[in-house]
């Protein structure tokens, strides 16, 4: 099937923030990170936009895979914006795309830290942040995958969450429309002042707030929301506890559950 996508009308929204901005499809592609990684070592450090309608080897965070069903241009949202980014700190910047997502597509959409989307307990969308040097330039790429349509749970303990379950008429190219100049937007923001602005809105989808949880360092408490910097506050029996690495996996820690 072919999907018509709005690149016309991202491109022109988008273009006026970001100079030399523009939009690419492709019909099938490794990885749009590596992609845009591969273009940014070789010297093309570009604002883009590259969606990929099926992508063969789809990375998530921490070395995972990130499978997308056959048809994935139809069940699954696959995207990477790169650009050029200067903040001040860098901290934080995962946590403002998820919020940029979640305030863009749904009122029930929820951000389990640092940067997954959830819906009900089960995780909806994943984004892989990757940056490289090119000359005096810091080069970002801002990977999102959004599932759509229920995938199969194929080696994960619950089903992945759809948007199609509260967005039952979202398909990919509205879905990648309501999300683009939303995140531009956010990422100019964090750019200006970083993550701190941020942090209440965070709270108000914070999936964590309030929870009993558990952290791959072994940490157990009380996730007490995000300082100002983006690390998790987790309150446990020997006070407040700041996690801010991105190595560090948090669950719930009653359901659990990932991707
Ligand atoms: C995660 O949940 O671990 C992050 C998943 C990120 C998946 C997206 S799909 C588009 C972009 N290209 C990739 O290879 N990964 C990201």
Known sequence: MTLRWPAENIWETVAPLLPGFTVEILPEVDSTNTELMRRARAGRPEPILLVAERQTAGRGRLGRDWQSDTDAGLATLTFS???????????GLSLAVGLAIVQSLHPTLKLKWPNDVWLDDRKLAGILIETTNVGDLRYAVIGIG????????????????????????????????????????????????GFGEQREAFHARDLLYGREVVCTDGTTGMARGVDASGALLVHTASGIQKISSAEVSVRPAVTSTDR
């Open 81 to 91: 914006l790169g650009l050029p980014l200067n903040p001040v700190d860098w901290s």
């Open 146 to 193: 959004i599932n759509l349509l229920p995938r199969s749970a194929d080696g994960l303990r619950t089903p992945p969450a759809a948007l199609s379950e509260v967005m039952p008429e979202a398909d990919a190219p509205s879905t990648l429309e309501a999300v683009v100049l939303p995140l531009v937007r956010m990422l100019l923001a964090f750019e200006g002042s």
